[in-house]
């Protein structure tokens, strides 16, 4: 048996693998790559290296084995069709008889087209019969505060969402209910809602950079059509500048307001706050 995960050199992969190192022996991990170079810190500790593509359904043949627990990490490549690419691993989990499927979505209260994918995904796991956990993850701090540049620049917070609010959370903190699900006992068919203890606005994320960095941030809150024009100005492909309007619409509805309290049940402790990655962000 081996716990598996996709994706395991993306940004929320490393954290699931580096994490699942603290609680189970190498030897019982995989890590599927696209490049095998990318895995070397993995392989060196002793982690199984696997490559395979999500747009190469025959590179997952016989990859998953009876009993495996797999972790599903959604791609990121938008105009490549990924329930598609999901799909691929959903079969071949199946025809493996993996113990247990585990897969990022997105929350139940989001609904923007972003989560389209995610639930065409959602729908295609439940149809096939596999025991399943949807972590349905929302915001990552990160989605933010690694995008400070243009922040610091122009001395704003710039956004189309209103005074709504968002429980985001550090992708340390997914990665967290991830292996507590990979690790654990009883999560199987089991949906959970996950986002960070405390949810926060523009307008705090704009003081609380302003604390931090001792600079005067302003939150300068647009429309939706103004924010996509700044985006593509700045060489944001129109079609992704388009999703992240959309999804700052649901913010502005409260559609990124998830208080399940599910993430920091699963993580065994507080999620950390915001604050925290704005400082690590300014250390760089």
């Known amino acids: 048996m081996s716990?598996?995960?996709?994706?395991?050199t993306g940004h929320l992969g490393r954290h699931v693998v580096n994490q699942l190192l603290e609680k189970v022996p190498a030897e019982e991990i995989t890590a599927v790559v696209?490049?095998?170079?990318?895995?070397?810190?993995?392989a060196a500790k002793g982690v199984k290296i696997a490559v395979a593509d999500y747009n190469t359904p025959e590179t997952f043949d016989g990859?998953?084995?009876?009993?495996d627990k797999v972790l599903l990490i959604s791609g990121n490549e938008f105009d490549k069709g990924r329930p598609?690419?999901?799909q691929v691993v959903i079969d071949a989990a199946k025809a493996a008889g993996v113990a247990l499927l585990a897969y990022t979505s997105a929350p139940g209260s989001l609904k923007a087209s972003l989560v389209d994918d995610?639930?065409?995904?959602?729908?295609?796991?439940?149809?096939?019969?596999?025991?399943y956990t949807l972590l349905r993850n929302g915001w990552y701090h990160e989605n933010y505060t690694e995008n400070l540049a243009p922040v610091l620049e122009h001395n704003a917070v710039v956004a189309a969402a209103g005074e709504g609010r968002v429980s985001s959370a550090s992708r340390a903190d997914y990665a967290a209910a991830a292996v507590a699900v990979?690790?654990?006992?009883?999560?199987?068919?089991?949906?959970?809602?996950?986002?960070?203890?405390?949810?926060w606005s523009f307008a705090e994320y704009a003081a609380l950079i302003s604390e931090q960095t001792g600079k005067e941030i302003a939150y300068n809150s647009v429309p939706g059509e103004v924010l996509q024009g700044i985006l593509t100005g700045a060489g944001v492909p129109e079609f992704f500048a388009g999703i992240l309007v959309d999804v700052d619409a649901s913010i502005a509805k409260g559609e990124l307001v998830v208080d399940s309290g599910d993430l920091s049940r699963l993580a065994g402790r507080p999620t950390s706050p915001i604050s925290e990655a704005v400082a690590a962000a300014l250390k760089g």
């Open 34 to 42: 696209r490049d095998e170079a990318k895995a070397a810190d993995f």
């Open 63 to 67: 990859l998953f084995a009876a009993g």
């Open 3 to 8: 716990i598996v995960v996709t994706g395991a």
């Open 84 to 86: 598609a690419q999901h």
């Open 182 to 199: 990979l690790t654990g006992e009883g999560h199987e068919n089991q949906t959970y809602e996950l986002g960070g203890d405390t949810a």
């Open 118 to 131: 995610h639930r065409t995904t959602e729908k295609a796991l439940l149809a096939s019969g596999l025991p």
